[in-house]
Nanobody, 122 residues
Framework: QGQPVESGGGLVQAGGSLNLSCVAT????????MGWFRQAPGKERELVAG????????HYTDSVKGRFTITRDNAKSTLYLQMNNLKPEDTAVYYC???????????????WGQGTQVTVSS
């Protein structure tokens, strides 16, 4: 239990792909909506994608629509973010967290993990 644990980041060239994972065991994972956030240097943390407890009706910020896919495996308490056709502007530290089902942009926990760094070179 404790903070989420993100992994899967790395350095890729523009157009490449990464698949991020997040294990969150601080509460009953399957009861909660989850979200992926990112924070670029000098910018505020922003919501990238969110999904309901069942994995249905995913939401994406406009800049990643058609390129990123959020999924979850409740049996493994794990959230995923498949990122394709990466762009330099996707460079950031990526975090996951429990979120409010009515508004994915609102984290439901103050506990943040270390995040995973994604760097996209041009």
């Amino acid at each position: 239990q404790g903070q989420p644990v993100e992994s899967g980041g790395g350095l890729v060239q523009a157009g490449g792909s990464l698949n991020l994972s997040c294990v969150a065991t601080d509460r009953v994972f399957g009861n909660w909506a989850m979200g992926w956030f990112r924070q670029a240097p000098g910018k505020e943390r922003e919501l990238v994608a969110g999904v309901t407890w069942s994995g249905r009706t995913p939401h994406y910020t406009d800049s990643v629509k058609g390129r990123f896919t959020i999924t979850r495996d409740n049996a493994k308490s794990t959230l995923y973010l498949q990122m394709n056709n990466l762009k330099p502007e996707d460079t950031a530290v990526y975090y996951c967290n429990f979120v409010r089902s009515g508004d994915y942009s609102i984290p439901d926990s103050d506990e943040w993990g270390q995040g995973t760094q994604v760097t996209v070179s041009s």
